[in-house]
């Protein structure tokens, strides 16, 4: 195996190896969380499974590279004589064989995901602002952003190996780059509408709830026994996820300028052995594998999937009860959690103020948010909701929750209000 790298090199390779079969691990990890969850069609789901077909085209060609490196730069050499001039050396390189394959499976890869965080963000605004689509859109409009998702790309590469495309530099450079500049601004300006609402609504002190993942609910309002894979960290996440995603595409692109120009200058004599060459053909794998170990340090340490993690990879001698955090609240059938009987949960979302004009309005808003808590178990808004609420209304028996005992000096206007209410009610039904 070493016959065909330079001795000084495999060093490198095999940090590079390593690294990429790390990322593997950490997204088919993300995958199989996302399987087990039920969640087989979300957003994560789909990132997860394109994050790993590129990334295993990446390990798959770096161990091709490594085991026929000279011959390789032979025929890049050759590649790069022959076909000079030609637009598809900036993207895909002096690649020859399987090569050539393995790179716009990538290259494929990385539009999708592109394409998929410009939709993501789409629903993720619509849902925090409270905007009310079309009917048809509410319900086909997810599968149909996915379906195009996949299959647009595959086009936007087919149209890439016409003649007529390559001939032109420049078309052939704004063909293979407008996706993904155009998802990179799209996302930049959703998740900038997405930020001001988030910072707009904690200044005001307002309750901050996306309902976008929500578990779902049939007909008669029981919630179905799943649990939501999101939680209240999913604006900072998706932002995260966004960044990295962003900054690699801007790596890509700049990849490809920095190949036009070279490609200006005269081929050597020969192919290039150097020791050089070789670091720079294994670095240049790591940035695009890196997005596959940064989605599973994003999505996949959410609170739902690190207690599915400590449950399994934990022994159970070592697991406690307060690890899981059901010590204090504790619900025994999540399907048996109250239900409000009005305003509706989409009236007292993120954005809405109905509801809220009066003391009835505002109890009823904290007890929707509470059930909410419920639904994707939120431990700390559960427990400091139930005392602003327990004024107007009585819960069920079947929840059991450690008392939150607030100073009287920190009491809000709503609770003397509500106080005050109460006791007038208990007046006017003595007399």
Aim: hydrophobic share 45%.
């Amino acid at each position: 195996m070493s016959a065909y790298l330079r001795s000084d090199a495999l060093g490198i390779a095999a940090m590079t190896i390593t690294y990429t079969v790390l990322c593997l691990i950490a997204t088919l990890a993300l995958g199989f969380l996302v399987w087990v969850h039920r969640e087989r069609k979300s957003y994560v789901a789909m990132f997860a499974f394109f994050m790993t077909l590129a990334t295993t085209a990446a390990l798959a060609q770096q161990c091709h590279l490594l085991v026929d490196w000279r011959n390789i730069k032979i025929r890049q050499h050759y590649v790069r004589v022959h076909r000079r001039g030609n637009p598809e050396l900036n993207i895909a390189g002096a690649n020859f064989g399987v090569d050539p394959v393995l790179f716009y499976i990538r290259y494929y890869c990385y539009i999708v995901e592109g394409m998929l965080a410009a939709c993501w963000a789409t629903e993720l605004t619509v849902s925090v602002y409270q905007l009310h689509p079309p009917r048809p859109f509410r319900r086909y409009g997810s599968n149909v952003a996915k379906i195009t998702c996949v299959l647009f790309p595959i086009i936007q590469l087919g149209l890439l190996q016409s003649s007529i495309v390559q001939s032109s530099v420049p078309g052939f450079m704004f063909l293979a780059n407008f996706t993904m500049a155009i998802s990179f601004f799209v996302v930049i300006v959703l998740l900038f509408a997405t930020l001001t609402k988030y910072i707009s609504t904690k200044r005001a002190m307002m309750s901050w709830h996306v309902k976008y993942g929500d578990a779902s609910s049939g007909s008669d309002g029981v919630v179905a026994p799943r649990r939501n894979i999101y939680d209240h960290w999913l604006i900072i996440r998706f932002s995260m996820a966004f960044f990295v995603l962003g900054s690699f595409e801007f790596i890509v692109i700049a990849l490809e300028i920095w190949s036009a120009i070279e490609d200006r200058q005269a081929p050597g004599p020969g192919p290039d052995f150097s020791w050089e060459r070789a670091r720079r053909d294994f670095c240049l794998f790591m940035p695009g594998v890196t997005p596959s170990l940064l989605a599973f340090a994003t999505f996949g340490t959410t609170r739902v999937f690190r207690e599915y993690m400590y449950s399994k990879l934990v022994p159970k001698r070592f697991q406690k009860k307060t690890d899981l955090g059901y010590t204090e609240f504790r619900v025994e059938n999540p399907s048996s959690a109250p239900t409000p009987r009005r305003p509706s949960l989409a009236n007292v979302a993120l954005g809405s103020n109905s509801g809220r004009g009066s003391s009835y309005g505002r109890a009823m808003a904290a007890q929707n948010e509470h059930v909410m808590a419920l639904q994707n178990l939120d431990l700390e808004s559960g427990l400091g909701r139930l005392k602003e609420c327990d004024d107007e209304f009585s819960l069920s028996s079947k929840i059991q929750v450690t008392e939150v005992v607030r100073p009287k000096s920190q009491e809000t206007d709503w609770d003397q209000e509500s106080a005050t209410t109460a006791r007038a009610e208990s007046s006017s039904s003595k007399k």
